[in-house]
């Protein structure tokens, strides 16, 4: 059964086109009108600007329900085709396109319309980066000026050690001793221009063609990228709620899999924000030890706790004998100031000085020591109390605001530390879809394919820390009316 109806739409200048809708056919209701509407933007019925009715109206003059006119729009919207004003409506966007003959190839056009609202988006939850407008910028700018003109000019602009400044690692090193209870020596560690060298590194030095590296998924994918890189085959093991489920990573082992490495972001979970439990740990070391297994854990989000005390890393615990731990200042100071370092007991520190030297000589030797010009001053100590305490009121304020927003449609937990929420809906949702329509809208999250193995897993990773309040509850809003 088809029947066509003359649709009349009142704007800018009048215009007249035909929305055929085929009751029996395949192709659902809401996407004929989609592809009706996309129909008279390419014949230049609709023009670029012009407003659209709202959904009500659009409805009542089609005979068909509102939410099939909602789920239309929504299409158009995340395509590209139509673009939102607030409190203002739905006008056609401005988007040169192709006349062709045959279906429209939407994929490609869905791609083209993320990566064009990609470019300005109004709000971006990020993967939980630090606020840059509390980093201490002009102490740092201060303590740098001081370093340069303090020493002497000539002896800077030469080379220094590939392996960091001495006064500076030992800096670290007493931090990680003192207060994450590792046992290192100032031999043991290496500064690299952030965590992600870091990684670079390790997979390197660490892992060849063909090894087997265990990771946690959901994860973090550029460290995944990096083992993929030298030729590693990845593990992946599934998430519980006190971390890594130890038990699928001892059946692979059991197997006879011969896994050389694992990779882990065992305090503040990347992405769900939950921390390995102590038993999960020590259950870790035991099988790391008897199979030979380097640990490789990414402390990447230490600093930020907010009840009790951080857990400590997993190489605090005396028993481990293969391990490597990757640290980062960025999010204590600025995601743009690139300072990590990896730290180990083992001679895979040579083979990794090796390399540094190869693709970076040294470090920013001149940034090293006004970071630790601000760590002896107590520049740092201030700096990280009172951002603690910010991002804190700021982690209270976003779990109100989600509670407001979205009730009922959600199931998460509020975290005791780092920067950002994990969240999942309690209905079955393509959350890749949810994020293309809002990226649509002008507000963007990260697409769970960016932290899944495999299939999109059913959660969101929604950073607050860098966000003003009134941003926070503008976005949750925009997420809530498509959930």
Not at 108 to 121: I, L
Not at 170 to 185: D, E, P
Not at 264 to 290: A, C, G, V, W, Y
Request: hydrophobic share 40%.
């Amino acid at each position: 059964m088809q029947f066509s109806i003359n649709l009349i739409v009142q704007m800018l200048r009048p215009w007249e086109f035909q929305i055929k809708i085929e009751l029996e056919g395949n192709k659902p209701v809401y996407l004929q009108i989609a592809d009706s509407i996309i129909g008279a933007i390419k014949q230049g019925k609709l023009k670029t600007g012009e407003a659209l009715p709202g959904s009500r109206k659009l409805a009542e003059q089609i005979k068909v329900n509102r939410n099939t006119v909602v789920k239309a729009l929504d299409v158009l919207l995340a395509e590209g085709w139509l673009e939102t004003a607030q409190r203002k409506g739905v006008f056609v966007a401005d988007v040169v396109h192709e006349h062709q003959s045959g279906e429209t190839n939407r994929s490609t056009k869905s791609d083209r319309a993320v990566s064009r609202h990609a470019k300005a988006p109004k709000i971006v939850f990020d993967d939980g980066l630090p606020d840059s407008r509390m980093a201490p910028i002009q102490e740092l700018a201060r303590a740098y000026r001081q370093i340069f003109n303090r020493k002497a000019r000539w002896r800077m602009m030469g080379y220094g050690a590939p392996q960091g400044d001495a006064d500076f690692r030992n800096s670290i090193v007493q931090m990680l001793n003192h207060k994450r209870g590792l046992s290192l020596s100032i031999q043991d560690l290496c500064i690299t221009r952030g965590s992600q060298m870091a990684l670079f590194l390790i997979a390197n030095c660490l892992v060849e063609n063909g090894d087997l590296v265990a990771v946690e998924n959901p994860g973090y994918k550029p460290a995944w990228k990096a083992f993929e890189s030298v030729g590693a085959a990845l593990i992946p093991i599934s998430m519980e709620s006190d971390g890594m489920n130890i038990e699928g990573l001892k059946t692979h082992l059991e197997q006879g899999k011969k896994i050389k490495a694992i990779y882990t972001t065992p305090h503040h979970h990347f992405p769900t924000t939950d921390s390995l439990s102590l038993q999960k740990r020590m259950e870790l070391i035991e099988l790391s030890n008897r199979f030979g297994i380097t640990v490789i854990e990414d402390d990447y989000d230490h600093e930020f706790h907010f009840s009790a005390r951080p857990l400590f890393p997993i190489g605090s615990l005396a028993t481990i004998e293969n391990y490597v731990y990757i640290g980062t200042l960025s999010k204590i100071v600025s995601p743009a100031l690139r300072i990590g370092y990896v730290a180990m007991q083992s001679d895979l520190i040579t083979r990794i000085l090796d390399l540094r030297k190869i693709i970076d000589v040294q470090g920013d030797m001149i940034m090293e020591q006004a970071v630790l010009e601000l760590i002896n001053d107590g520049s740092i100590k201030k700096h990280l109390n009172r951002a603690t305490l910010a991002y804190q009121k700021k982690r209270d304020f976003f779990d109100k605001a989600i509670k407001t927003a979205l009730g009922e449609k959600l199931i998460y937990k509020k975290p005791n530390g780092g920067l950002a929420f994990w969240l999942q809906p309690r209905e079955c949702t393509n959350i890749v879809e949810v994020s293309n329509m809002l990226l649509s809208r002008g507000v963007q999250i990260m697409s769970p394919d960016k932290f899944s193995f495999s299939d999109p897993v059913m959660g969101m990773r929604l950073g607050y820390a860098s966000l003003p309040e009134e941003q926070i509850e503008e976005g949750l809003l925009e997420l809530s009316k498509l959930l």
